[in-house]
């Protein structure tokens, strides 16, 4: 089955604790990418990555990491997490950034982040 | 100003009625038009994506764009109890998308 894994599906944590977001699929896909939703905000896209060792910056990249060491995996890491990133994260990955046909695009599951 | 706008609603239509969706933006350079359905507690999927002007149909789903006036629409005809989520519109530019809010739609049987 196609599919997107995220782990945690939730976490609550303190400030300035390092975490990290696991995102895999299953699927093979080139293009991955991060987002957060906040209420009235929508989804704001945070990295993405064209491909292994390839990512650059979204719209709101300030205080996240990521990495891209094999296809299936992009893992999300807050180095020094603060109350303003409590949020809900999706990972989505698909063939193509553009363009998305039919359904060749995922998104996981969500992440619900609580940073106290 | 935010690159793409979207009123959130809520809307609240009866069964089989027609629902009518809309986001606006103010880049020009978008070249993907995309619209979601996130039902509670889940993540985003696809209903539909265009690149051009005009409309597309999918069913009960009509996505319609017109670049000239920076405005695209989705329609849902013959609503169902089923159809009861949040719709989002996004577009792309490059290898970003950029999201409205997202409208929260109730359909009642």
């Known amino acids: 089955e196609a599919q997107v894994t995220q782990n945690p599906r939730y976490l609550i944590t303190v400030t300035g604790k390092k975490l990290t977001v696991t995102c895999s699929q299953n699927m093979n896909h080139e293009y991955m990418s991060w987002y957060r939703q906040d209420p009235g905000l929508g989804l704001r896209q945070i990295y993405y990555?064209?491909?292994?060792?390839?990512?650059d910056k979204g719209d709101v990249p300030e205080g996240y990491k990521v990495s891209r060491k094999e296809k299936r995996n992009f893992p999300l890491i807050l180095e020094s997490p603060s109350p303003n990133q409590t949020s809900l994260y999706f990972c989505a990955s698909s063939t193509r950034p553009l363009a998305p046909v039919d359904n060749e695009q995922f998104f996981g599951p969500g992440t619900r982040l609580t940073v106290l | 100003q935010k690159e793409v706008e979207q009123d959130p609603g809520p809307l609240s239509v009866p069964e089989g009625a027609i629902v009518s969706l809309n986001c606006t933006y103010s880049n020009s350079a978008f070249q993907y038009f995309m619209w979601y359905r996130q039902y509670s507690r889940k993540g985003p999927e696809l209903l539909m994506y265009?690149?051009?002007?005009g409309n597309k149909e999918d069913g009960r789903f009509t996505a319609q764009v017109d670049k000239s006036s920076k405005y695209i629409s989705l329609f849902i005809r013959d609503s169902q109890p089923s159809d009861s989520a949040t719709y989002l519109c996004a577009m792309a530019v490059d290898y970003k998308l950029s999201f409205g809010a997202g409208t929260t739609v109730t359909v009642r049987a």
């Open positions: 265009t690149y051009s002007s």
């Open positions: 990555s064209m491909n292994v060792e390839v990512t």
